[in-house]
């Protein structure tokens, strides 16, 4: 019997994973293959931008009943939190909370990953880039710790709780281009609607605060099919997406384009070659043994 492919997402805060990569882990869920999220903190310095009557609930509860909702509409299999207390932006009081997670020692952070890495066993690993995808703190650091456990896991000299080394054969970073980010914010303004880069016309890439040059994208996934579950799954996180958000404001017309498409960086394994016009990966399995177990390889 084939192997079953298995995935495993690591994100800073409960809604990350469902803007980052709900696309692919609901792919995941369609296709057969086994899907993780590990959450490092429990987002307690987000806002309630949505204004919702918390009661009696603090923030951090309500935000854990919504990524269980997220997870549950995009088919994950299994939900780990990591024990961090969120960062929130540098500056700010959260930031210097000595249980924030930007200040967890990135070998003790690692070590907890790295045991749900060689319990997991996960073919394909994705956190965010070494930039934090936009600067978050919290983000940053998830990308070191996630670095240093996939090399403890693979690691058999260390000692995890008897667990057995794994050795992960991909690990990517999501990512988002900057061509494609330029014409998201032409395409909202266009239809009038708010875009997060503002309401001037942006005609160059230095003027975009995050994204990443097309040339780096090594893989391209269509989730088009999986579009109406991750923007389900975006809804859960309500307390995060106030009513003038793109996420919600985005015509369906426009939708495919935005969020249809979800695309990554191969930092660690070998890339399959690609079956695409533009020669990139169209599979986060491509080129591994086990991608043939759901029917595509690449």
């Given at each position: ?24 882990l609901a792919l995941a869920a ?28 603090d923030l951090a509860s309500h ?100 667990l057995a080394p794994w050795r ?131």
């Amino acid at each position: 019997m084939a192997e079953v492919p298995r995935l495993l997402c690591v994100h800073p805060h409960p809604d990350d994973e469902s803007i980052a990569c709900g696309g692919v882990l609901a792919l995941a869920a369609d296709r057969g293959a086994a899907s993780a999220v590990v959450t490092c903190t429990g987002g307690e310095a987000g806002e309630n931008l949505a204004g919702i009557d918390l009661g009696t609930e603090d923030l951090a509860s309500h935000r854990r009943r919504e990524l269980a909702a997220a997870l549950a509409e995009l088919g994950v299999d299994e939900h780990v939190w990591l024990g961090y207390r969120d960062s929130g932006m540098a500056g700010t009081p959260e930031n210097e909370h000595p249980e924030a997670f930007v200040h967890a020692e990135v070998d003790e952070a690692a070590r907890r990953l790295a045991v749900e890495v060689r319990r997991l066993r996960p073919h394909v690993v994705v956190s965010d880039d070494e930039r934090g995808t936009y600067g978050h703190p919290d983000h940053v650091h998830a990308h070191r710790v996630t670095v240093r456990a996939v090399a403890l896991a693979a690691d058999e000299e260390v000692d995890l709780g008897g667990l057995a080394p794994w050795r992960v054969a991909k690990r990517y970073v999501h990512a988002l281009a900057v061509e494609r980010l330029l014409r998201m914010h032409a395409a909202l303004r266009e239809a009038g609607l708010a875009s997060p880069f503002g309401d001037e016309p942006l005609i160059d890439v230095d003027e975009l605060p995050f994204g990443v040059p097309d040339a780096a994208i090594t893989t391209r996934v269509d989730v088009r099919e999986q579009l109406p579950r991750k923007r389900a799954a975006l809804q859960a996180h309500r307390s995060q997406i106030g009513d003038d958000s793109f996420f919600l404001n985005v015509p369906d017309e426009l939708a495919e384009d935005v969020f249809g498409w979800e695309e990554f960086v191969l930092e660690a394994g070998v890339a399959a070659p690609g079956t695409a016009d533009d020669g990139r990966e169209r599979d986060l399995f491509a080129g591994l043994d086990v991608a043939g177990a759901v029917g595509r390889g690449g």
